[in-house]
Nanobody, 124 residues
């Protein structure tokens, strides 16, 4: 089992920045690829970014490329999502996810564990 707890969400003005954190506990964290997804009420969960177990490779949704950065610190069992140049359309609940595999994936059903989510609201 892997337990994931997100933090760092909040209210920010358009153009601002936030850094989300996802603290993992339980079984070995460093062998899991990690991802961030987001979801608005009534909509499907959307891929945002993912990172391999080593942190050597990342991938991003087109909508966030150049603005968001995913990273991880395996010594701290934590994955981060740095969000810059935020837009009102980035407003969502953001979820951290882990999968039983070292490589990244972009579909929610490819992930095995999920956090409870953290709200990000970007005002115009």
């Amino acid at each position: 089992q892997v337990q994931l707890v997100e933090s760092g969400g909040g209210l920010v003005q358009a153009g601002g920045s936030l850094r989300l954190s996802c603290a993992a506990s339980g079984r070995t964290f460093s062998r899991n690829a990690m991802g961030w997804f987001r979801q608005a009420p009534g909509k499907e969960r959307e891929f945002v970014a993912a990172i391999t177990w080593s942190g050597s490779s990342t991938n991003y949704a087109d909508s966030v490329k150049g603005r968001f950065t995913i990273s991880r610190d395996n010594a701290k069992n934590t994955v981060y999502l740095q969000m810059n140049s935020l837009k009102p359309e980035d407003t969502d609940v953001y979820y951290c996810a882990a999968r039983y595999y070292i490589l990244t994936a972009s579909r929610p059903d490819e992930y095995d564990y999920w956090g409870q989510g953290t709200q990000v609201t970007v005002s115009s």
